[in-house]
């Protein structure tokens, strides 16, 4: 039970975003793709992708990549009820689950794996946290997959942590994107502009 599966969060319908955030230019890649390459790191041995808005073309975007996609029928649903989705994915033999989102393309890698190391630690919950503000992603030990499962969409995965806070290992880290959120067209200009010092290519 060693091993780590990722969930990436990309249902939602970016309404405020003005434009679909996963399949915008991010660099030379897409938004989806900066975040499906930056989980694939040592123990990562699964990647489940939540795709509900515009499904069809994250698939079609996303066939050739070794991944799987999990189908949220209801694009407006809360996250609670994405994780619920992907965890339905998740193979047997996956100890821990990484949640990511897909409005968090500049995380680097190293992020993901000092969150599994520390999960090997022995840690059940751990989120990194920069400047002493939580963020992206969390890793989740799945002793609690039954309780993720049948989590109240209405308390969503915040209110998990609060209600486990004695279980939880925050962990500072030196990147300051994984408590930067890409909401707003002009989050997503001036997060490629600090990433790459360019503005994105074909907008």
């Known amino acids: ?21 996963a399949l915008l230019p991010f660099g030379d890649r897409t938004v989806i793709e900066c975040c499906i390459n930056n989980l694939r790191v040592p123990g990562v041995t699964d990647i489940i992708v939540v795709a509900g808005h515009r ?3 994250i698939q079609a975007h996303l066939k050739d990549l070794d991944l799987r996609i999990a189908l949220n029928p209801d694009p407006d649903s809360a996250m609670a009820v994405s994780v619920a989705c992907g965890l339905k994915q998740v193979a047997w033999q996956a100890g821990a689950v990484l949640v990511a989102l897909v409005d968090h393309p500049a995380v680097p890698a190293s992020i993901h794996t000092t969150l599994i190391n520390e999960w090997r630690r022995g840690s059940l919950l751990v989120q990194p946290e920069y400047d002493g503000r939580g963020g992206h992603p969390v890793l989740i030990d799945l002793g609690f997959k039954s309780e993720l499962l049948t989590l109240d969409p209405r308390r969503g995965l915040r209110s998990f942590f609060s209600s486990h806070s004695d279980e939880v290992q925050r962990v500072p880290v030196n990147s300051p994107y994984v408590a930067r959120d890409m909401d707003t067209w002009e989050d997503y200009l001036r997060l490629h502009e600090d990433v790459f010092g360019t503005t994105p290519k074909r907008v």
């Open 1 to 21: 039970m060693n091993d780590v599966a990722a969930i990436l969060l990309a249902a939602g319908r970016s309404r405020r975003m003005g434009a679909f955030k």
């Open 55 to 57: 499904a069809d073309e």
